[in-house]
């Protein structure tokens, strides 16, 4: 999925305003003002269109980790210089604390099923031979469900 648009559905599940996304990335310390994120809402073919990188996503993610579970004790986690969905996925479900029974009940709201077992392939290590590589369609399911479960 393209981060912009994973930033723009995100915001909306959580009904972050530009000094709410400004704020959760500073839990980073990634700093971001009102002009790049204005940018990084427009429309892709806007010539003012600014494309959000994996570091930067990343890094909101891990602000949003932080918002929503406090920060940890000891060194802060580095933010990873490429994301895939499966990391996306995951720093998600993190934020949320929410355990594969949640997640499930989740993607049902999205009218989608999975086994708990077909699940936890998307969180293995990418060198397990269980590992699933997570498609933009099921990411775009589990936001959608997210969404019907923050906003009804």
């Given at each position: 999925m393209i981060n912009n648009e994973l930033l723009r559905r995100i915001s909306t599940i959580f009904e972050f305003?530009?000094?709410?996304?400004?704020?959760?990335?500073?839990l980073n310390q990634w700093d971001i003002n009102s002009e790049q994120l204005a940018c990084i809402f427009k429309e892709k073919n806007d010539p003012a269109y600014k494309e959000l990188l994996d570091v930067e996503l990343a890094s909101f993610l891990n602000g949003l980790i932080i918002e929503k579970?406090?920060?940890?004790?000891?060194?802060?986690?580095?933010?990873?210089?490429?994301?895939?969905?499966?990391?996306?996925?995951?720093?998600?479900k993190i934020a949320l604390a929410l355990k594969a029974d949640d997640v499930i009940a989740i993607l049902e709201l999205a009218e989608l099923s999975l086994s708990k077992y077909e699940l936890s392939a998307f969180f293995?290590?990418?060198?397990?031979?269980?590992?699933?590589?997570?498609?933009?369609?099921?990411?775009?399911?589990?936001?959608?469900?997210?969404?019907?479960?923050?906003?009804?």
């Amino acid at each position: 999925m393209i981060n912009n648009e994973l930033l723009r559905r995100i915001s909306t599940i959580f009904e972050f305003n530009d000094k709410k996304i400004q704020a959760v990335f500073a839990l980073n310390q990634w700093d971001i003002n009102s002009e790049q994120l204005a940018c990084i809402f427009k429309e892709k073919n806007d010539p003012a269109y600014k494309e959000l990188l994996d570091v930067e996503l990343a890094s909101f993610l891990n602000g949003l980790i932080i918002e929503k579970r406090g920060k940890k004790e000891g060194p802060q986690h580095q933010v990873e210089q490429v994301l895939n969905n499966n990391l996306i996925f995951n720093k998600v479900k993190i934020a949320l604390a929410l355990k594969a029974d949640d997640v499930i009940a989740i993607l049902e709201l999205a009218e989608l099923s999975l086994s708990k077992y077909e699940l936890s392939a998307f969180f293995r290590n990418v060198n397990n031979k269980h590992y699933r590589e997570c498609t933009d369609d099921i990411l775009s399911t589990f936001l959608k469900g997210l969404k019907v479960k923050f906003q009804g």
